[in-house]
Structure formats: structure tokens, C-alpha cells
């Protein structure tokens, strides 16, 4: 069965601290990625993908992912985060020939303290 | 620069009433999706829809029905609303080809009283 698992629901960071997003996922084939991220009341935006190539992918506003094959993972991680980076983090997995199609982990609520 | 549009944002109803969700994008995307986003679950994928004319079941199509009678709209329904639909409603789009991520749209929050 295709799923994927988000070992944190809710994360509690000050500003400053380092960030790092657990993300699990089940699936026989080849797949593609995916970071998403949910601003309070907003839409889900694209932090970041990987396909292929190098396994560590970086995305928009400092964020960046390692695909590690071996271990069906893909986490989130960021150096430094801000009180901005609050929001709702989603993992995806879109498999190989299946029209994009997303299939979305539970989500991880980040909240940022100044 | 609109991308992707839901309409209507809010939206309640009583159990067994009937309404359709609207979503139109510009983009000249081939592929359109709709989700449905519950606490603790992360979003979940409907109905989905390939081409124009073209319509298929996701995870969990049960008492939801879609058409895509032109490219630009994908239009979600639902013909008896329960309790149990009581959702924010994403649609987002794709273009065709492997690799393509996803744009989403803002979102309907709908309530079935």
C-alpha cells in the first residue's frame, strides 16, 4: 500500500533553533517527492521536490530535504528558522506514471516563538 | 495572476441538501484534482480528472461527483451532504508529464450542520 508517515504532528521551536521534519513512506516503485508548507489560511505551496539526481534538494526560503533511498525517507530540515516559518508542513509522494497524483502524509504543525 | 480559484470560499449546508464546487484554473493545465483536508489526515484525493471530457476516482470518491465539461473547470458535487463531508475542499492542477508539482487553490470550507 502507498502511504506516507510524518513522525511529528505538532513541533514547538524557538527562533533560531535548527529544524528537522521526519517523512516515511511506503511504496514499491519509483517515486517523486515533495515538501509542502501551509501558511495560516493560505493555500499549500511548494517548498520543495526531488526526482532524480542528487538527494539533497533545496528549496525556497532556506529549506532543504535528503532523499535517502535506503531508508523510504525524506526529511525536512532548516538551519535557523523564524518566527515566519510557522505553518503546516506536508510530505508527498506522487508515483511514477500516476498523473501527478499526490498522496500526503498527516501533516506537521510548526509553531515558531519569537 | 490568478492560477487556481475556488469558488465559494464558505459555505453551509444542511444534511442532505445538494451543491456544486467550482474550481477554474488558467494555467492551460491538463490535469485537475480535488482534495478534501481534515484535521490529522493530511489531504486526501477524491476525484481527479486527466483531460477535458475525462474524470477518475481517488481515495475516497464516495458521495462526491465531478464533470469536466471544459479544460479551464473542474467541478465538484455533492448530491446528499452528510455530517461527515464537513471539509476544507482544495482543487489544484497540474501540467501533463511526469515531474509536474501541483498548484493549489485556496480553498472551500464547507459545513454540513
Known amino acids: 500500500a502507498q502511504s506516507v508517515s510524518q513522525h511529528n504532528h505538532h513541533v514547538i521551536l524557538s527562533e533560531a533553533a535548527s529544524l528537522e521534519l521526519g517523512c516515511n513512506y511506503s511504496?514499491?516503485?519509483?517515486?517523486?517527492l515533495f515538501w509542502y508548507v501551509q501558511y495560516p489560511g493560505q493555500h499549500l505551496q511548494l517548498l520543495l521536490k526531488y526526482f532524480s539526481g542528487d538527494p539533497l534538494v533545496k528549496g525556497i526560503k532556506g529549506f532543504e530535504a535528503e532523499f535517502i533511498k535506503s531508508k523510504f525517507s525524506f526529511n525536512l530540515r532548516k538551519p535557523s528558522v523564524q518566527w515566519s516559518d510557522t505553518a503546516e508542513y506536508f510530505c508527498a509522494l506522487s508515483p511514477r506514471g500516476g498523473y501527478n497524483k499526490l498522496i500526503f502524509g498527516a501533516g506537521t504543525r510548526l509553531a515558531v516563538h519569537p | 495572476n490568478a492560477g487556481v480559484t475556488q469558488t465559494p470560499k464558505f459555505r453551509v449546508l444542511k444534511t442532505g441538501q445538494s451543491m456544486t464546487l467550482l474550481c477554474a484554473q488558467d494555467?492551460?493545465?491538463?490535469?485537475m484534482y480535488w482534495y478534501r483536508q481534515d484535521p490529522g489526515m493530511g489531504l486526501r484525493l477524491i476525484h481527479y480528472?486527466?483531460?477535458?471530457?475525462?474524470?477518475a476516482k481517488g481515495e475516497v470518491p464516495d458521495g462526491y461527483n465531478v464533470s469536466r465539461l471544459k479544460k479551464q473547470n473542474f467541478l465538484l458535487g455533492l448530491e446528499s451532504a452528510a455530517p461527515s463531508q464537513t471539509s476544507v475542499y482544495f482543487c489544484a492542477s497540474s501540467p501533463q508529464g511526469e515531474n509536474q508539482p501541483q498548484h493549489f487553490g485556496d480553498g472551500t470550507r464547507l459545513s454540513i450542520l
Open positions: 480528472s486527466v483531460g477535458e471530457g475525462t474524470t
Open positions: 511504496y514499491g516503485g519509483t517515486v517523486n
Open positions: 494555467m492551460n493545465h491538463e490535469y
